[in-house]
């Protein structure tokens, strides 16, 4: 899989063109972000891998995304600490207002660092954006979630079990000098029918710009999810190759 990804980031180098942003005959991004933190010391050493690929679609009133991403760690005493993999494609429809707009999503996760084995998440939402420039936004949605999933709780006991979620999520954007981009979400998922069932999810990533295919990336990405009461902190630091088509 590593040797995939690092195809992928190879090809995306050698073949983007010179668009650094979408417009009128511009409607395609595909990105490849490689990440991840090394640490080495006279006894232990441990490392972070985290890759993902992304593919936006962006027409006048329709935008789909597409995510995948795969984290991969080992501690210093060689134990494994994350195999985390997640796919999640969405879509936004704007009205004839730019503000507000409507969205569709499917999401797949599985993760060992928060003992999930499968999870498999659709649903339906709205969202609003609460301060709209064109560069920098702030936005703010909730939606209903249909879940099923199965995880491991305490004492390795497995659990299978289905479940209706509300998702309130906060996005925000902003950009400084073209060049500098800082980016930050904050996701609560409770069940809306058991109590002490909820997923967190909370993120921040920096991007500077060197070239219209290439950024320096460093991001922090915390995770919570109430039933099996596992949670993981993730910082790390790399590069996004991007092209637009």
Known sequence: MLKSLFSVGIFLLFSTNTFAQFSDSVHNQLSFTGTGNYSKTNTAKTYLLNNSLAYKLRLKKIELNSVNGWIYGSSGDGGLTN???TSTMDFNIRKNTHRLYYWGLLNYTTSYSLKIRNQFQ???GAAYKLWDEKTNWLNVSDGILFETSSITQSDSVQVNYSTIRNSLRLLFHYQINKS????????????????????????AKVSIQLKSWLNLTSSLTYNKIGRTQKENLIVAYGVTLNNFF
């Open 83 to 85: 195999n985390d993999f």
């Open 122 to 124: 659709t649903g339906l």
């Open 180 to 203: 500098i981009t800082f980016d930050a979400n904050g996701m609560y998922q409770p069940s809306l029918e058991y109590g002490g069932d909820y997923l967190v999810n909370a993120g």
